[in-house]
């Protein structure tokens, strides 16, 4: 006799979306990490400054080619927002 098939719970929720883009400028790291709150920037440990957006609960990791990954969002939407709020606070320490 054929086992009666169990249910697959087959529904999800997203969690993190990560997504990557280029402003195409170059950005100054160093200053960038000393004048703005929530940047860290070691370059003997990693080359990149890594921007903490508390208010829309994302971490974005800025490169000085302008390179940008944006990480710890649920929807575009929400990438969007942190894109353009970094470019917001980077406007005067782009080359």
Known sequence: MAKP????????????????????VELDLFNIAMD????????EQFPGAIMRLKELGTTL??????????????????????????VELLRNYIK
């Open 5 to 24: 098939k169990k249910r697959v719970n087959m529904s999800f929720k997203v969690e993190n979306i990560v997504a990557s883009a280029n402003l195409m």
């Open 61 to 86: 990791l800025l490169f000085k080619n302008g390179k940008v990954i944006c990480s710890g969002a649920k929807s575009e939407k929400q990438i969007s927002q942190s894109i353009k709020r970094a």
């Open 36 to 43: 703005v709150d929530n940047v860290e920037y070691e370059p």
